[in-house]
């Protein structure tokens, strides 16, 4: 929670147009808080954000999808094969891609990852923990 | 102040700080002079003398890209604007029945609202201080309308508050300016401030308090006819016999807190947010039709662009047909490049590593709005709703009521969904039909009785998953602008970036619109210092 909210003051530092959208993070400067919908996630498990989360962008079959721009597939790619990887991109945000950890426990950052790592056809060994989130923050 | 200069004269007299100073100098100028410190628009570019046969090629047909292929059409250049959509306005975006949206991953929805109503799925309402929006608005008779942006009888609704019951924003609103109020006058009399607030200041203070939390003769906050006199009564006041009024009964502190009123309080307080704020008569995809009235000879919409390159003489983009399948190459002498920062950071384009970095350093939020179309007006009916907004903490966010057509008997679109943050990536992840019953029942909450009983038909738009843009806004940091700003706008070379991204503007079309006028501004002094 107390990151949660580190990292919201840290977006909502940005500016006056982020009050466009309320309830956006960055918003909690100065456009209200979670009163404009769930900011955070809650309790969830790793299957549960990817639902609520990822499938925004990589779809329910974690396959991806392309118009104008691609979001990749999360499944069968090889870049999963390393752990850090995703846990890094789910941290830190990749492009386009926001950095969905801020609004994750470091706990949820490896549930997420793991369950990425090992569903949708991928089978890819070792597990993320929470320890090793936390020393991307 | 200069109060003496006849109109005339002050504007020469900007024009010659402008040209000394350029225009920062301009801006702080008439600044100075009181009248322009709401806005960095100083009327529409003066560009003139491009020379004989000077091309621009303009990626994207949103409002950055054709406000530009209208002001460098003007200045004499000959230009050409790509557009990946079969229509322009790009985020000017308005759904009607019988259209049809289509995301990413392939779902469809085909948009079944009655003629006449609408979905402004993106950007809704307009700030009276974004002069330049209003200045091309005005300009190209698009027809502007009042926004209801604050209604004091909307509703607030938290599920851990008033037993998850909404309550009106009037009543909170006015019995947490009492509550504090009462308590700042408690202190203030206790003396508990005497040490920070003077003498004079402090029966200032109490007089104000007691006029501002509309506080009785012992400064407390009570249930009273004064009280409802804003929060409203338990019986309004009436005619004859029973005409008197009968005073409503206030929350408790607790209760108040509890409903957070203050962000919404505060929410309206915003530079942004403040009325007057406007819409266009008949849907917000009015202003880019506008736009396109002016320049459509010159887009070849249906253009997927695949990549960007530049030399010494001149830019090139290669362009697939999205119906077709034909490919072509388009080339100018310069380049105003529109495209979102999510698609460009996946294109091959030829600028520096530090653009480059720039381009990739913006993610982009993913929210989604939601249109029901109901049978009848029941929110004002039965409500006495007329336009503005009813809040909640449930991933819907708020539901919002239509600004047009009031008291007809037809059939009407309310907006059931703004959701942002976590509740925006959970209702972007469903399908458009599980949307749509998210909606209905999280919006239930304010209208129980009416809202599924009235409901006709809904559509929605997941930003994140619209093909052309995979997003709503770019998010800038203070960290990522200090590192990446100026570098995401500097001129590279023969290409230039503008849109709503590359402005301290985001996620406004104001921002679209003076970041375009600044890079084509720079352009053409590049284009004529060559
Ligand atoms: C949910 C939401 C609410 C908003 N609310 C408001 C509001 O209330 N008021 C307000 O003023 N603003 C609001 N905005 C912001 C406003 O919509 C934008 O700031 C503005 O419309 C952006 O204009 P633009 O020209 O920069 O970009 P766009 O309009 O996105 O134009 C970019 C164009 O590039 C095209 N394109 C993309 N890829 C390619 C390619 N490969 N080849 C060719 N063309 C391509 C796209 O199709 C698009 O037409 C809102 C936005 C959203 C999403």
Not at chain 1, 31 to 44: H, K, S
Not at chain 2, 88 to 104: A, L, T
Not at chain 2, 155 to 176: I, S, T
Request: charge should be positive.
């Amino acid at each position: 929670m107390k990151k949660l909210i580190l990292s919201m003051a840290l977006i909502g530092a940005s500016s006056v147009a982020e009050a466009q959208a309320p309830a956006r993070p960055a918003a909690a400067a100065s456009a209200g808080d979670a009163a404009f919908g769930a900011r955070m996630l809650g309790e969830a498990s790793g299957e549960q954000i990817f639902t609520r989360v990822c499938a925004a962008c990589h779809m329910q079959d974690a396959k991806g999808a392309e118009g104008a721009g691609r979001y990749p597939p999360l499944a069968g790619n090889q870049k999963l094969a390393i752990g850090a990887y995703p846990a890094m991109v789910v941290v830190k945000g990749l492009n386009g891609m926001p950095p969905i950890g801020t609004m994750l426990t470091d706990q949820q950052v490896a549930d997420v990852v793991n369950y990425v790592r090992s569903h949708f056809g991928n089978k890819f060994k070792g597990a993320v923990k929470a320890e090793d989130v936390k020393a991307m923050r | 102040m200069i109060s003496d200069l006849s109109p005339q004269t002050r504007r020469d007299l900007l024009t010659m700080i402008g040209r000394a100073g350029g225009g920062l100098a301009m801006y702080q100028a008439m600044t100075a002079l009181g009248h322009a410190a709401e806005t960095q628009f100083s009327g529409p570019p003066a560009l003139s003398g491009a020379r004989a046969g000077a091309s621009v090629l303009v990626l994207g047909a949103g409002l950055a890209g054709m406000l530009a292929a209208y002001e460098l059409t003007k200045a004499g250049y000959k230009v050409q604007v790509l557009e990946y959509q079969d229509r322009p306005g790009g985020r000017n975006y308005s759904v009607r029945g019988g259209d049809k949206i289509v995301e990413v991953g392939g779902a469809t929805q085909n948009v079944a609202y009655q003629p006449g109503n609408y979905l402004n799925p993106g950007p809704w309402r307009i700030p009276h201080h974004h002069r330049t929006l209003l200045h091309y608005c005005k300009a190209f008779g698009v027809e502007l309308e009042p926004f209801i942006q604050l209604n004091h009888n909307a509703m607030v609704h938290r599920k851990d508050a008033f037993g998850g019951k909404p309550q009106r924003y009037k009543e909170l609103a006015v019995d947490f300016t009492g509550h504090v109020s009462e308590l700042l006058g408690k202190s203030l009399n206790a003396g508990a401030l005497d040490s920070t607030v003077s003498k004079e200041d402090k029966e200032k203070l109490i007089a104000a308090l007691r006029e501002w939390g509309a506080l009785d003769g012992d400064l407390k906050f009570t249930s009273n006819l004064n009280v409802s006199s804003r929060r409203g009564y338990d019986r309004a006041p009436g005619g004859g016999v029973n005409g008197a009024p009968t005073p409503s009964k206030i929350n408790g502190l607790s209760d108040v807190l509890s409903s957070h009123v203050w962000t919404q309080m505060s929410f309206y307080f915003n530079y942004v947010m403040q009325t007057t704020m406007f819409q266009p008569k008949g849907g917000m995809d009015m202003i880019g039709k506008g736009f396109y009235k002016q320049i459509a000879k010159l887009v070849r919409l249906n253009t997927k662009v695949t990549s960007i390159k530049q030399d010494d003489k001149g830019v090139a983009a290669t362009w697939t047909d999205t119906v077709t399948g034909k490919t072509g190459v388009a080339t100018a002498d310069y380049m105003v490049c529109t495209l979102p920062a999510t698609i460009l950071a996946q294109l091959d384009i030829q600028v520096s590593d530090a653009k480059k970095a720039a381009i990739k350093a913006i993610p982009y939020s993913g929210q989604v709005k939601i249109g029901l179309e109901m049978k009848s007006r029941f929110w004002e009916e039965k409500y006495s709703i007329y336009g503005g907004h009813s809040f909640t903490d449930q991933a819907i966010g708020l539901i919002s009521y239509p600004n047009y057509d009031f008291f007809k008997d037809k059939p009407a679109v309310l907006l059931g969904a703004f959701a942002n943050g976590a509740g925006g990536y959970m209702l972007a992840g469903m399908t458009p039909e599980k949307r749509i019953e998210a909606a209905l029942a999280q919006g239930s909450v304010f209208h129980p009785e009416e809202y599924r009983r009235e409901f006709m038909n809904g559509a929605s738009v997941a930003w994140s998953r619209m093909p052309w843009i995979l997003g709503c806004c770019g998010m800038w940091t203070e960290e990522s602008r200090a590192t990446h700003y100026q570098n995401l706008v500097s001129m590279d070379g023969r290409i230039v970036l503008a849109g709503e991204h590359a402005s301290y503007y985001g996620c406004w079309m104001e921002g679209a619109l003076l970041s375009s006028l600044d890079a084509i501004t720079r352009l053409h002094q590049r284009a004529l210092a060559a």
